[in-house]
């Protein structure tokens, strides 16, 4: 019995030695169950020991113990905890897709003494000026860009829509993307860029040359357009910065300068991340609806760099249809100290707008290498912040993309580009395609024509009855360089036929130069002529219904030719020719000087305008044939205008001179929301009938216009000289988010006022008979005294997402015929 104990013995130590001296060896990598998206800095270790490590930042993992073990745990701040078996002494691939937790994160309390968090933010806020990138006085690198658009939260009801049974061969595939724990993705768009990116400090510009573009998308036709958004321009994020501005709005750096009255803060942990030693601090809003993050971010030892972080906005933030926002970034110290991104990863997962509709999520990832900085250029050489290369399309070969790709693409990214092929093909998806095409181009296009716009297609109004408006113009398809189109429409009432036809000319696409002739026989009304309201296409469409005001009939040759001297500058001469025959009760004084002078109805002009316009930091993109602005960052945005008109020409009768400005400008706040200001001024020298002079626009209808003074009346004023100021402020969730009973319905307050000063010489007056020479009386026009016209507002915007309410009150000359001293008008508008 002892021999067959101690020989019992002696197996058992053995097979227990082989276990413990057999190494276990895991690896793998962690990804988003909702997303595929990988899930960098996630902690994994074998249960019940304290062996682990990280992932990196594409997700992937390894780890190794020469213990016994049997689990190995994954987890991650704001995702579920996952353990998975193994096989003990074993060599494996274990891969994990962790789900979110949707829980709500409990609050951080201390005890007593001092955050231990504290001391090391302060001296991240210290040490900015040398840590952050923008301190440089120039930064240059490689940018490989990926950018993957999917549809998401496909549900079963969904799937047995329609429309969708028909695209089954592509929804077959989608469990494979998935992954065995994931959620099916239905990939509609991915592409993948090569640039090269420069910035240089004092003055700040940037410049982005795209060497080369891969697009593979369900109705992309022309890749030009989206390769300009899809370098890393659009997807820099600078968590130096107090705020980052995101899909338009503003967020609040963890590491900002204010970081104690937004976040609460933990520190966790310190490690080696790579070469670093590093805090581990995780970091979270006081209010959940603050537009704000949650996350994890590491902190060097030494000098109080940023070296990784991810933060995530939830669907608790007051933000419209966004789910969550995640950033993701893994920084490297340059030469010269500052730290500048090496890899970027963006999610953005819009939900669902209604219950029968699924979501959209949009995935940005940039790698960046050959890192260069203090090497700056000239000015000159980033005066086009974004450029594409004519040969961008040439040579993407897979051999190319394989040895110019910074990191190799996944056997899901492979797939993708199969699906989107196979499922931009199937008929149904090209006709849904058309339609969202339309939808937000107002156009269809056919062949080398885009028909449209349809915003236009009908009105009915007093003069014309119904309107039947048909349009077209040329595409790139017919020329890159020309630009023909015009448009026809018949009034049932009036039996006249209204027409438009026009002609441009590209000549430079590099300093954008064009020049343009155009005719137009058409309708129009004094104080809301098409040419004022230039950018409020629906304002001026419904103008077109009901009661027209002060209409007449007008032909107008215009010719333009406008080209950029510099960056910024753009210089603009026009001459117009136009005809002015009312249709109501109009008459004016050929001589003013006599009560008894010669009457006139119709009035001819011939005038000159040179206009000029600086937006020091503007940025524009191309589309086809069209140059599109983006808005000025920093920096106002200034029009100086001056028209002469000149006496004699095709029968013009006023010889006159005008001058006029505008001022323009976006104003970021950050905690107080942002606002927008917009002052105009003009003055116009000499005598002259009122539809020459400014008739300012007015709103008798019941929804708010940013485009009119929303509780004048039409045509109620007209100067010869004013001044106006409109301010808009938006305070986002400055003030409900702080309200408890309000915070939960993501209203948001607004504010307006508009001001106006204005001046009508007497003279310009007395060109107005009281009686025609048919003995019908003339209609008048009003005019401003001494005391400006104001109206002031407040309201709530996002109602039910998409409604706004004004309140609006009138402070001045309220006892004019008619006029409203309050108001509550509505509009509708898409935010988020």
């Known amino acids: ?27 793998g990598r962690v990804t988003d169950a909702s997303t595929g998206d990988p899930i960098p800095f996630a902690n994994v270790i074998f249960k019940d020991q304290t062996t682990g490590t990280t992932t990196d930042f594409e997700g992937y993992y390894k780890v190794e113990i020469g213990l016994w073990v049997d689990s190995v745990l994954c987890s991650y ?15 494996q691939v274990v891969n994990f897709q962790l789900q979110e937790d949707v829980a709500t994160l409990q609050e951080v309390v201390f005890i007593a003494g001092e955050n231990p968090a504290f001391p090391i933010l302060r001296n991240v806020i210290a040490n900015k000026p040398i840590n952050d990138k923008k301190t440089l006085e120039a930064y240059q690198y490689e940018t490989y860009s990926k950018v993957e658009i999917d549809v998401d939260n496909i549900t079963d009801r969904f799937k047995k829509k329609k429309f969708v049974k028909k695209i089954t061969q592509v929804m077959d595939s989608v469990e494979q993307i998935a992954g065995e724990d994931g959620k099916p993705i239905l990939p509609v768009f991915i592409s993948e860029t090569i640039s090269k990116f420069y910035f240089r400090n004092n003055p700040e510009l940037k410049h982005e040359e795209i060497l080369k573009s891969k697009i593979t998308g369900v109705g992309v ?14 997807q820099e994020y600078n968590f130096y ?22 976040y609460d803060y933990d520190l966790l942990d310190s490690a080696m991340v790579g070469n670093d030693y590093c805090y581990r601090l995780d970091f979270y809003p006081k209010r959940e ?77 940039t790698s960046n290498q050959d890192i260069e900085v203090n090497k700056p250029y000239e000015n000159k050489f980033y005066e086009k912040p974004i450029v594409v290369a004519e040969d961008f399309r040439i040579g993407n070969t897979d051999e190319f993309w394989e040895n110019k790709r910074h990191e190799p693409l996944s056997p899901t990214e492979m797939s993708v580009y199969r699906m989107i092929d196979t499922l931009k093909n199937i008929p149904i998806v090209k006709t849904y395609t058309e339609l969202i095409n339309i939808a937000i181009n107002g ?51 009036d039996d006249e036929f209204k027409y438009n036809g026009f002609v441009k000319r590209i000549l430079s696409r590099d300093r954008w130069t064009t020049i343009q002739a155009q005719y137009t026989h058409d309708i129009d009304q004094v104080g ?146 942002t606002s927008n200001f917009d002052v105009s001024a003009e003055h116009i020298f000499e005598t002259l009938p009122y539809p020459l002079l400014k008739a300012h626009i007015g709103n008798e209808s019941t929804f708010f216009s940013q485009a009119a003074f929303n509780l004048m009346n039409f045509s109620e004023f007209a100067s010869s000289s004013y001044a106006s100021l409109r301010y808009n402020h938006y305070f986002e969730g400055f003030i409900l988010n702080r309200i408890p009973l309000m915070k939960k319905l993501k209203w948001r307050l607004v504010a307006t006022a508009n001001v106006l000063y204005g001046y009508l010489d007497t003279e310009n007056l007395n060109l107005l008979p009281e009686f025609d020479e048919n003995g019908v009386e003339i209609e008048q026009i009003g005019r401003l005294t001494d005391d400006p016209y104001i109206e002031l507002g407040y309201g709530v915007e996002n109602i039910f997402k998409v409604l706004r309410v004004d309140f609006l009150h009138r402070l001045t000359y309220l006892d004019n015929p008619d006029a409203s001293k309050f108001a509550v008008k509505f509009s509708f508008q898409f935010i988020l």
């Open 1 to 27: 019995m002892k021999l067959d104990r101690v020989i019992f013995l002696s197996i058992f130590f053995l097979v227990s030695w082989s276990a413990t001296a057999q190494k276990t060896v895991v690896s």
């Open 77 to 91: 701040i704001g995702y579920k905890p996952k353990v998975k078996p193994i096989n003990n002494g074993q060599t």
């Open 221 to 234: 036709e022309d890749g030009s357009l989206i390769s300009q958004f899809i370098g890393s321009s659009f």
């Open 241 to 262: 910065q107090n705020w980052l501005n995101i899909v338009s709005k503003d967020f609040i750096s963890p590491i900002a300068d204010g970081w104690k009255l937004y």
């Open 289 to 365: 609806q603050d537009l704000a993050f949650f996350g994890t971010m590491w902190i060097t030892k030494n000098e109080y760099a940023l070296k990784q972080i991810d933060a995530t906005v939830t669907k608790a933030a007051n933000l419209n249809y966004i789910e969550k926002i995640k950033i993701q970034q893994e920084l490297v110290k340059t030469d010269a100290g500052a730290w500048i991104p090496t890899k970027n990863r963006i999610l953005l997962d819009i939900g669902e707008i209604t219950e029968n509709m699924a979501g959209v999520l949009a995935k940005f990832y």
């Open 443 to 493: 156009y269809k296009k056919v062949g080398k024509f885009d028909v449209g716009p349809y915003l236009s297609i009908y009105a009915n109004n007093r003069i014309e009855g119904n309107r039947f408006q048909l349009g077209l113009r040329t595409n790139s398809d017919f020329s890159n360089r020309w630009i023909l189109g015009g448009y026809l429409a018949y009034g049932t009432r």
């Open 528 to 673: 809301l002529a098409a040419e004022d309201l230039i950018g409020y296409s629906v304002f001026l469409t419904a103008t077109k219904f009901g009661n027209l005001v002060r209409p007449y009939y007008y032909d107008q040759f215009k010719f333009i030719a406008q080209r950029e001297l510099f960056k910024g500058y753009n210089q603009k001469i026009t001459f117009n020719y136009r005809t002015f025959d009312p249709l109501y009760s109009f008459a004016y004084r050929t001589e003013p000087e006599s009560m008894d002078s010669p009457l006139e109805r119709e009035i001819q002009t011939a005038e000159v305008t040179i206009e000029s316009r600086f937006a020091k930091d503007e940025l524009f993109i191309q589309n086809e044939n069209d140059r599109i602005s983006l808005g000025a960052n920093k920096w106002p945005i200034f029009t100086l205008k001056y028209t002469r008109g000149i006496a004699g020409i095709a029968g013009s009768d006023f010889s006159y001179n005008r001058m006029g400005i505008n001022i323009r400008k976006d104003l970021r706040l950050g905690l107080f929301g």
